[in-house]
């Protein structure tokens, strides 16, 4: 993982586990789970409890993080609270949690230890899940990728169901055969 990103995570951690449950997502997760990938930010899902976005911005602005967009229609839109890491000028992404799909994945998200700091990590199966969800092109390799690494001891059954449900909740058909086209390409490492 890049410095910026570990020296990103050290600092934002504590705020994060002061305000919920929370997970690393993204690519930063994808190198943890042992495939290195470049990226210049970080993806956190944060159940945030109490639901207090400013004090929340404000906490974390005291931990030396800056708002990109502090507009708070943005956010309640997106969900999502961007915010630049003044230290190392890395860009961090804080996605509000929804109930369902995400607390699913904050009840299997375990701690890794990243260059000294235990940082909730999202499972990674529910990574896979994720990405296929995404689709984008660099997400479908971090699947095939994660599938080589770790598809041998995933529950490939789970994840197809998973994989059905979003399907049925989002009103798409494509899913279940993108993971099968991804995984079928793949053969897990034993």
Do not use: C
Not at 42 to 53: G, K, M, Q, W, Y
């Amino acid at each position: 993982m890049l410095p910026a990103a570990v020296e990103l995570l050290a600092a934002a951690a504590p705020v994060l586990s002061r305000w919920g449950r929370w997970y690393l997502f993204g690519a930063q997760a994808v190198t943890a789970h042992g495939a290195p990938r470049l990226s210049a930010d970080v993806d956190i899902t944060l159940a945030l409890e109490p639901n207090d976005v400013d004090g929340f911005v404000t906490d974390m602005t005291a931990a030396g993080f800056s708002p990109r967009f502090p507009d708070r229609a943005f956010i309640h839109a997106t969900r999502v609270i961007p915010f630049v890491h003044l230290a190392t000028a890395m860009p961090v992404d804080v996605v509000l949690a929804g109930s369902g799909l995400e607390d699913a994945f904050l009840s299997r998200a375990r701690p890794a230890d990243i260059g000294g700091t235990a940082v909730p990590l999202i499972d990674v199966g529910d990574l896979i899940v994720a990405k296929v969800l995404a689709g984008r092109p660099k997400d479908v390799t971090d699947v095939g990728v994660l599938w080589r690494l770790h598809g041998h001891r995933l529950d490939e059954a789970r994840l197809r169901e998973i994989l059905r449900q979003l399907e049925s909740a989002l009103g798409q058909s494509d899913l279940v055969s993108l993971f099968d086209r991804l995984v079928g390409q793949v053969s897990p490492d034993d």
